[in-house]
């Protein structure tokens, strides 16, 4: 018998090709080899996890009989999991069937958790299944119900899978975070300016204590902010003005400057024009005018300008339903378009409006960025390209919308106006070579690395309020709408506040390379005789080229 040659490429290559396989498999080591390393855990990620320090349980609702495209997030919760695990053993996770331990859809409801109605493609065919599609996260007592379907209007059933895949890391990791952090950062509401109410603030309120310990600012003075109110500001490490309609004091501007070159956040929700929509359903007009809180020169040493002209985006807007007409003595309501509510439509690559709904604004002012500034200015939201200027003090009427087909038609698009924008970078004071500088001790010029948002709307943050009770953030109970306000803010906040750059996996992106199920339906005949019928062709080619050699051969 011959011998093998141990010495040879080729046995070598098998020999080689062997051990690299059993260790492989062995180690658990894998080899992420996509594009978008969609295999690969951040470091940001492994750094969290590292730091659980008690046994954390993540109970998934994701098993049972559902479509097909959900055993694909069914698979990747799962990997992703077992990912979590094999850093820290800590992390353990188990798959529920609500049906097969009889859960009803109440308990599941009173966890928090909402039913996702989804398409469900089968045999050329289209049905609905309910399904609750979430993570429940236990730690130390307590826990968290998480989403796992990212709940954006007007995608199709492909498209919402892609983007709930690519939020997953993002989603387990961030609200893991939270449930396993002991000591939560605070978050101050300013409350002193004749801003929102508690109550038109109270759906904002519930979702920053999810994850932070929010509450107001009040001075102790009732009046003003005063320096002996920075010992508490000190402590917040975002602040949050929402609506302001009282002129800040030059003192409170000077306090408010110092709070961010100490690295402060600071979250802005700002109205440069007083109009209300109550007055104008009421009256069917309002007169709007300008609203001065002495800010100009705050903002203008970050590059922004608010301009006191509303915004009329006759492309991009909200509907509202007015009464049009009665029949037999009962009101008819009609979803008409108004350009005085455009729409926050996600049109840039940032993390923070990434795969939300549209985000309602109602009566918006724009925003300028001037440049010539060293820190990053990221542009939100913005108009379309259809949009007017509406200059106040001037009426405005629900008549106006009327003309908001013909004005779409406009010849020459106008440039989009900025309703929303981020900062970040280090800043510098706006007192710095000004003589307020000397009544703040330890006055400092320049800040930290350093985060700000400001957003061209005061509404942006407020519920509406129906017989005392608060409605969710951005849900429109006329047209029956979800709009995106609420995990806007949501995202706001956490950018502020992310020292972990978690955030930043929110902005990943993965190519999902899935069937075509329409050409699957026109073409399943043609495939199923080709799979058939080939491999026979191809058998008996070989059996005939066979017996031919052999014929040839032998005679």
């Known amino acids: 018998m011959k011998k093998i040659n141990l010495k040879s490429p080729f046995a070598i290559l098998l020999i080689g090709t062997f051990v690299v396989a059993l260790v492989l498999a062995f180690s658990g ?43 694909q997030l069914q698979s990747e919760t799962k990997f992703m999991l077992e990912e979590f695990r094999k850093i820290n053993p800590k992390i353990d996770f188990k798959f529920i069937d609500p049906m097969k331990t009889k859960m009803s859809q109440d308990t599941l409801m009173a966890m928090g958790m909402q039913p996702s ?157 007083n109009a209300e929509m109550d007055t104008l359903t009421k009256s069917k007009k309002v007169m709007p005018f300008p609203l001065d809180i002495n800010m100009t020169d705050f ?16 492309k991009k807007y909200a509907l509202l339903k007015l009464v049009t007409g009665e029949v037999g003595g009962n009101a008819q309501y009609t979803s008409l378009p108004w350009p005085y509510f455009p729409l926050g439509i996600a049109e840039h690559d940032h993390p923070i409006t990434k795969n939300i709904n549209p985000v309602k604004l109602e009566f918006p002012t724009s925003i300028d960025t001037l440049g010539g500034r060293k820190f990053k200015t990221h542009v939100l939201f913005e108009s379309s390209e259809r949009t007017l200027l509406k200059q106040v003090p001037n009426y405005v009427e629900l008549k106006e919308i009327a003309s908001v087909d013909s004005l779409g038609q406009m010849e020459k698009p106008s440039t989009p106006k900025i309703f929303a924008v981020a900062l970040e970078g280090k800043f510098n004071s706006a007192y710095a070579s000004r003589i307020e500088r000397k009544s703040y001790p330890g006055f400092k010029t320049s800040s930290p690395e350093n985060k700000m948002i400001v957003i061209a ?77 080939l491999p026979l062709a191809i058998i008996g080619l070989l059996g005939g080229l066979f017996f031919w050699l052999r014929k040839k051969k032998f005679g």
């Open 29 to 71: 080591i894998r080899l992420d080899l996509t594009k978008e390393k969609r295999y690969t855990l951040s470091e940001n990620t492994i750094k969290v996890l590292e730091s659980v320090k008690k046994p954390l349980t993540v109970d998934v609702y994701l098993e049972g009989d559902f479509p097909a495209s959900f055993k």
């Open 457 to 533: 709307d005061g509404d942006v943050g407020r519920n509406k309020v129906i017989k005392g009770q608060a409605l969710p953030l951005g849900v429109d109970m006329l047209t029956e709408e979800q709009f995106g306000n609420e995990q806007f803010l949501r995202n706001a906040l956490d950018y502020l506040l992310d020292d972990s750059n978690l955030m930043e996996l929110r902005n990943r992106n993965i190519e999902e390379r899935l069937l075509d199920r329409h050409r699957i339906a026109d073409e399943r005949t043609n495939w199923q005789y080709l799979n058939l019928l």
């Open 299 to 314: 903002f203008f040493n970050y590059g922004l300008r608010i301009n006191n002209a509303l915004v009329k985006d006759v």
């Open 117 to 273: 109605v989804l398409p469900d493609f089968k045999d050329g065919k289209v049905t609905q299944i309910y399904l609750f599609p979430y993570a429940v996260v236990k730690y130390n007592g307590g826990g968290i119900s998480i989403p796992l379907v990212v709940q954006q209007s007007n995608i199709n059933a492909d498209d919402q899978l892609r983007k709930s895949i690519e939020n997953l890391e993002y989603n387990l990791v961030s609200n893991i975070k939270a449930v396993a952090t002991n000591k939560k950062k605070k978050v101050g509401i300013l409350v002193n300016q004749d801003e929102l109410s508690p109550t038109e603030f109270e759906s904002f309120m519930r979702l920053a204590t999810e994850s932070y310990d929010a509450g107001p600012i009040v001075p102790k003075n009732n009046v003003e902010i005063t320096q002996a109110d920075v010992p508490l500001l000190k402590q917040m490490s975002a602040l949050v003005i929402a609506k302001p309609r009282k002129a800040f004091t030059d003192g409170e501007k000077v306090i408010l400057d110092q709070y961010i070159m100490n690295g402060g956040k600071t979250l802005w929700m700002i109205d440069a024009v």
